[in-house]
């Protein structure tokens, strides 16, 4: 059973820059395919970021595509998401997930197995 931890979030200020990571247990890491979901106050929960368990593999919400980079070190059992560029639009308890990498590309929520406790981002205007 994988566990996740996320950390990183924080207080920025408008067009600041936060790194979010997410250290996973276990010893089949590069097996998993790693999402990066949001959940603002009073919304639904949202697809942010993807890679596959090789790394070769990125994909972005478009609300973040190219201020969002999504990477992973797989002997470190863990998952990066640099934000840059943040608006107040992206505050939120951000989350890790995780399912077995089947060679597809997984935005909905529904598809992940294993989910973080969260980390709190607010961007301040």
């Known amino acids: 059973q994988a566990q996740l931890v996320e950390s990183g979030g924080g207080l920025v200020q408008a067009g600041g820059s936060l790194r979010l990571s997410c250290v996973a247990s276990?010893?089949?890491?590069?097996?998993?395919?790693m999402g990066w979901f949001r959940q603002a106050p009073g919304k639904e929960r949202q697809f942010v970021a993807f890679?596959?368990?090789?790394?070769?593999?990125?994909y972005y919400g478009d609300s973040v595509k190219g201020r969002f980079t999504i990477s992973r070190d797989n002997a470190k059992n863990t998952v990066y998401l640099q934000m840059n560029s943040l608006k107040p639009e992206d505050t939120a308890v951000y989350y890790c997930?995780?399912?077995?990498?089947?060679?597809?590309?997984?935005?909905?929520?529904?598809?992940?197995?294993?989910w973080g406790q969260g980390t709190q981002v607010t961007v301040s205007s």
């Open positions: 997930a995780a399912r077995p990498d089947y060679s597809s590309l997984y935005t909905r929520e529904q598809l992940y197995d294993h």
């Open positions: 276990g010893r089949t890491f590069s097996r998993y395919a």
């Open positions: 890679i596959s368990g090789s790394g070769s593999t990125p």
